[in-house]
């Protein structure tokens, strides 16, 4: 009986020193106590995660700007659209919205996007854009009318 307690006894000790080394270690690494986010732990530097772009919808040989929704967005993602020229990064950019610009060419009709965490980084997002003649909602008017 004796020797039960002693050995109770020592496997406490024990799990409390571990405890303590680990405590002492995650200070000395500067590393953030877990929050908890979305019923999930966090220890902070959690991947991006887009939920959506929009619009979805956009006029050929006009600069449109895009904007991607999520959590933990970044500067310096990586964002594509099919024949979309100069894909620039817009400043003024939060961890819940990043805002891109291109200018859709060559042809009308579906074209695919994808979001990334960086350029060439890992897939986070695919969406289609419908790339029109002419702004949506805004009806041409035809020669004869004139």
């Known amino acids: ?4 307690r002693k050995v109770k006894g020592r496997h406490r ?10 405590c002492a ?4 690494l500067g590393a953030a ?5 979305n019923g999930r732990e966090d220890m902070g530097g959690s991947a991006p995660v887009v939920s959506g772009v929009t619009p979805l ?4 040989n ?7 929704s999520g959590t933990g967005l970044t500067s310096g993602m990586g964002f594509f659209i099919a024949d979309c020229a100069g894909v620039t990064e817009l400043s003024g950019g939060s961890a819940t919205a990043r805002q891109f610009s ?5 042809t009308t009709g579906q074209k695919t996007g994808q979001v990334k965490t960086a350029p060439g980084g ?10 029109q003649t002419s702004s949506p909602g805004v009806r041409e008017e035809s020669a004869a009318s004139r």
């Open 1 to 4: 009986m004796r020797e039960e």
């Open 13 to 22: 000790a024990a799990s409390k020193a571990f405890e303590f080394l680990l």
């Open 25 to 28: 270690l995650f200070a000395g």
């Open 33 to 37: 106590h877990p929050t908890t986010q």
């Open 57 to 60: 919808t956009a006029t050929l």
């Open 62 to 68: 006009q600069t449109t700007t895009f904007t991607v």
């Open 102 to 106: 291109c200018t859709p060419g060559s």
């Open 122 to 131: 890992t897939l986070l997002y695919s969406f289609t854009v419908n790339i």
